[in-house]
Nanobody, 117 residues
Framework: QVRLEESGGASVQSEGSLRLSCQASGYTASRYCMAWFRQVPGKESEFVSSFDTDGTTVYGDSVKGRFTVALDNAENTLYLHMNSLKPEDSGLYYC???????????RGQGTQVNVSS
């Protein structure tokens, strides 16, 4: 059974850093595209970053240069390193897994990030 479990969310001040984790189980993460999204109540989910099977990484415009995505194959875990956090980075961060980076079939419950100014 495919399962994704996020962790690492917290409340931090502006310009702070966090590392989010997405522990995958039931499958080998490196064989699929994995991605981070974030959601704020009342708004559509926003793409944050993806990590494809060939190691290609993509970032949303709002996080380029500040966030870094990485996949630890040994741990079967996707990480999101977030630096220079801004209040607008606040939201529920969740990961998804897909057959391709345009077709996701499972997501986790998410982990909450709150950035105060």
């Amino acid at each position: 059974q495919v399962r994704l479990e996020e962790s690492g969310g917290a409340s931090v001040q502006s310009e702070g850093s966090l590392r989010l984790s997405c522990q995958a189980s039931g499958y080998t993460a490196s064989r699929y595209c994995m991605a981070w999204f974030r959601q704020v109540p009342g708004k559509e989910s926003e793409f944050v970053s993806s990590f494809d099977t060939d190691g290609t990484t993509v970032y949303g415009d709002s996080v380029k240069g500040r966030f870094t995505v990485a996949l630890d194959n040994a741990e079967n875990t996707l990480y999101l390193h977030m630096n220079s956090l801004k209040p607008e980075d606040s939201g529920l961060y969740y990961c998804q897994v897909g057959f391709s980076c345009g077709y996701f079939f499972e997501r986790g419950q998410g982990t909450q990030v709150n950035v105060s100014s």
